[in-house]
């Protein structure tokens, strides 16, 4: 079963618009971890976020922030003022707690591709 | 926060054949992944590697086409063997989260195409 969803594929918006991306997640746990990445088109992985699972307290970081709501099991991401170079694909990803085999493998959702547009 | 080099960055192969890709890691690690992104799509596990110990697969993935070597806690290895046109993709590896920056960082990727 998919435990992260981002049900935006893709999302284009106009520079200097808002724009909020979409990941609900599914977990048994009580102990987990929720993280964002960025893709841009060169490929690597940079690291956004991590949440852990008793910090529900939102988080602004520049034109970056976090929702974080386990009523609704969501992990929401906002760009505000959009730039031509967060083009990139999102990702929304969760670690659960300690597997003996996997350790803390990360499950990442689907991602979200953003297209921003002079 | 730890900082990995991964290699090749890229190459085209001919089916058939098999890769190993490297992955060195600037401090000493506990666990290591390995990742595949097919084009287009999200990341998949492919299997946790420790050191010291054989790596365990996720479903779907088997040691015979992935064989993975972990010698030390620096340093790890993912051959893909017999490869065919349905291999290509990007391959990552990551290590376990850092303590500091509580992130799991990854590896720059190696683009495999398979022709």
């Known amino acids: 079963a998919q435990k992260v969803t981002q049900a935006q594929t893709e999302i284009s918006v106009v520079e200097k618009e808002d724009v909020t991306l979409d990941c609900v997640y599914e977990?048994?746990?009580?102990?987990?971890?929720l993280f964002w990445y960025k893709q841009p088109p060169s490929g690597e992985l940079v690291f956004l976020i991590r949440r852990n699972s008793f910090d529900e307290q939102n988080e602004i970081s520049g034109r970056y922030s976090w929702n974080f709501q386990k009523s609704t099991s969501s992990f929401n991401f906002t760009i505000t003022a959009s730039q031509v170079v967060d083009s990139a694909v999102y990702f929304c990803a969760l670690s659960e707690a300690f597997n003996s085999n996997s350790g803390y493998a990360l499950n990442f959702g689907k991602g979200t591709s953003l297209l921003v547009t002079p | 926060s730890a900082v990995i080099s991964q290699k090749p960055s890229r190459d085209i192969c001919q089916r058939g054949t098999s890769l190993t890709i490297q992955c060195q890691v600037d401090?000493?690690?506990?666990?290591m992944f390995w990742y595949r992104q097919q084009p287009g799509q999200s990341l998949t596990l492919i299997a946790t590697?420790?050191?010291?110990?054989?790596?365990?697969?996720e479903s779907g993935f088997v040691i015979d086409k992935f064989p993975i070597s972990r010698p030390n806690l620096t340093f790890s290895t993912l051959t893909v063997s017999n490869m065919s046109p349905e291999d290509s993709s990007i391959y990552l590896c990551s290590v376990d989260r850092d303590t500091e920056s509580y992130g799991y960082t990854f590896g720059s990727g190696t683009r495999l195409t398979v022709v």
């Open positions: 590697a420790n050191q010291g110990s054989e790596a365990t697969y």
């Open positions: 977990t048994r746990d009580t102990t987990y971890y």
């Open positions: 401090s000493q690690v506990t666990m």
